[in-house]
């Protein structure tokens, strides 16, 4: 009995140190970035060089590549992507390379769901392009970043060892942003701040001051409030009428004061001083 009780111990022992956490070669790692409206983000895992050659020997060059390790690489995207002009769907993808010297394809594929490169099929490709590979400081550990940001695009950058490949994709983040008005209008709820925000989106992001100027003016017919007045003070600025601009800002000026808005004041009063000081 006392030879089974501690056969019995022994292995519940064993079993705690095969449970126990530990450090992993290739660890997981995720990069999310907004670009424009649109949430992309990248779930791959990262081995390391450790002293090996990558790219011709460790990844061999001619077959396909799970652009890291363990599982495929995932991209997910909350708005459609534009891949050189190959439209990817929101979703969640896998990214494979077909890496080669000094060139790389690189594939989006629908099959999310694979382990590796064993159930790769090249029918379910829905992105493909053929991209000149750069010469980069040594990383020891493979990275994908999100890179050369814009309202309208982004570059996945992949380095490893003193290999890069940039990967470039572009939104359409305006008619995303015209979408949301419509359909923020379309609730009808606190019109006078969605006609605040449309306006200041035409003005400021389309440099369209006529479309601004409209929503400015529905909005101030809805409810006056300090930051319609005072956009509406920018636009005249802008458009060179200095004398109805300062006059248009004082009346936003005194509503901030009034409605207690004291950050609001503040710059509304030092962006009339310097209108002033121009006159």
Do not use: H
């Amino acid at each position: 009995m006392k030879k089974l009780i501690y056969l019995f111990a022994a292995s519940l022992l064993a079993g705690t140190s095969i449970a126990q956490d530990l450090p992993q070669p290739s660890p997981l790692s995720k990069v999310e970035q907004t670009v424009g409206l649109t949430k992309v983000s990248i779930e791959y895992s990262r081995p390391s060089a450790k002293d090996r050659v990558v790219f011709g020997d460790l990844v061999p060059y001619g077959e396909v590549w799970r652009f890291g390790a363990n599982s495929c690489t995932k991209l997910t995207s909350t708005t459609d992507l534009n891949f050189s002009g190959q439209i990817l769907k929101a979703g969640t993808y896998a990214i494979f390379a077909i890496p080669s010297k000094g060139a790389w394809k690189v594939v989006i594929n629908s099959d999310a769901a694979q382990s590796g490169t064993s159930s790769y099929d090249a029918a379910k490709n829905l992105v493909s392009l053929d991209l000149k590979t750069q010469e980069n400081p040594f990383t020891e550990t493979f990275t994908i970043n999100i890179s050369n940001l814009t309202n309208y695009g982004a570059n996945i950058s992949v380095m490893w060892e003193k290999t890069r490949v940039e990967i470039p994709f572009t939104v359409d983040t305006d008619k995303i942003a015209e979408e949301n008005i419509v359909a923020a209008f379309a609730k009808g709820e606190e019109l006078e701040k969605v006609y605040y925000k449309a306006a200041n989106y035409y003005s400021k992001s389309l440099n369209n001051d006529t479309k601004a100027l409209d929503y400015v003016a529905k909005g101030l017919a809805i409810k006056e409030t300090f930051n319609l007045y005072f956009l509406k003070a920018q636009i005249q600025f802008k458009q060179g009428d200095t004398k109805s601009a300062i006059e248009t800002g004082e009346k936003a000026y005194k509503m901030a004061i009034d409605s207690d808005s004291k950050g609001w004041a503040e710059f509304i009063k030092e962006t009339l001083d310097e209108w002033k000081a121009k006159k």
